[in-house]
C-alpha cells in the first residue's frame, strides 16, 4: 500500500476574454461570451475568468452583469487598482478578484505586479475588496520579494505569471520552471494560496500540474483558439486530461 498522501485536484477557470475580442472586431453581439462560459461550465470548469479592462478592448461591463446572473461557478473578476473597478467589483460582488497591472498599450498582461513599490496604493483597494465579501488575489511574477510583499500585505492568494516560463525554451524553459517551483513553494510555506496563469497550452500545463502547491491554473488564450478547431468542450477535456496526467505524475 503507498503512503503518499493524495493531492488536490487543481481547478481550471476558463478565461472567455478573447471570446469578447472576436465579437468587439465586428461590433455586433457575436459571439457572446456568457454562452462560451455556459459551455466551460457545462465542460467541466471550475471556474470563469473575466478581466474587465479600462479601454473596454474585449469584455464590456455588461458582460460582468450577464455573467453574474447566469453562470453557477465563481466568476474570478480580473481588474486593474482603479477606483472605477473598485466600485464595479463591490456591486457585482465576484467571488474573487485578481488585481493585475495594466498598460494601455499593451496587447496582454505582460508582468506582474510590483507590489512593493505599488504597497500604499494597492492596500485600500485590498481592504475594501475583502470587507466587500471578496476573496483577493494578486497577479505576480515569481519573485520571493513579491511573495513576500503579497503575503504581508494581505491578499488571500496569488497568481504567478507563467508566461516567461511558456515562452522560454530548451534550458532557458527549465530554469523558468525551477522559478515557478520555488516561487510555489514558498507560497504554501506563508499559508498562500498559490494559482497559475497565462500563456499556458498543451505543450507547457502538464510540467506545471506537477508542481504540488499549485491550486488552480486561469488558462484563456490558448483554449479559445483551440475551440475554434475541436469546440471549447473537447479543448477543456484535452487540457483537464493534461493537468490531471500532470499532477498524478507526483
Keep these: 500500500m503507498s503512503n503518499k498522501m493524495p493531492l488536490h485536484k487543481i481547478r481550471l ?14 461590433g455586433g453581439v457575436e459571439p ?3 454562452r462560451a ?35 453557477n461557478i465563481p466568476l474570478n473578476f480580473e481588474m486593474a487598482a482603479t477606483d472605477e473597478m473598485l466600485a464595479i467589483a463591490i456591486s457585482h460582488k465576484p467571488a474573487s478578484a485578481c488585481i493585475v497591472p495594466e498598460k494601455r498599450q499593451e496587447l496582454t498582461t505582460e508582468g506582474g505586479l510590483d507590489i512593493i513599490g505599488g504597497y500604499d496604493h494597492l492596500k485600500p483597494y485590498i481592504v475594501a475588496l475583502q470587507e466587500a465579501g471578496i476573496s483577493v488575489s494578486l497577479f505576480i511574477d515569481a519573485d520571493v520579494r513579491q511573495i513576500k510583499a503579497s503575503k ?21 524553459r527549465v530554469n523558468q520552471l525551477e522559478r515557478l517551483r520555488s516561487g510555489a ?5 506563508l499559508d498562500l494560496e498559490v494559482h497559475a496563469g497565462h500563456g499556458l497550452n498543451y505543450q507547457t500545463v502538464e510540467a506545471v500540474a506537477e508542481i504540488p502547491e499549485f491550486c ?3 488558462i484563456g488564450h490558448f483554449l479559445i ?26
Design 13 to 26: 477557470g476558463v478565461n472567455i476574454d478573447h471570446v469578447a475580442t472576436v465579437r468587439n472586431a465586428r
Design 185 to 189: 513553494a514558498y507560497c504554501a510555506s
Design 225 to 250: 483558439g483551440e475551440a475554434i478547431f475541436v469546440g471549447l468542450d473537447q479543448a477543456i477535456a484535452e487540457m483537464r486530461r493534461l493537468m490531471d496526467k500532470g499532477r498524478a505524475a507526483i
Design 32 to 34: 457572446d461570451p456568457l
Design 152 to 172: 504581508e500585505i494581505g491578499a488571500d492568494k496569488v497568481e504567478l505569471h507563467t508566461g516567461a516560463y511558456v515562452d522560454a525554451l530548451g534550458e532557458k
Design 37 to 71: 462560459a455556459l459551455l466551460a461550465q457545462e465542460a467541466g470548469a471550475d471556474g470563469i475568468t473575466a478581466h474587465l479592462r479600462e479601454d473596454r478592448r474585449h469584455i464590456k461591463d455588461e458582460d460582468i452583469a450577464r455573467l453574474m446572473a447566469h453562470i
Design 216 to 218: 488552480e491554473f486561469n
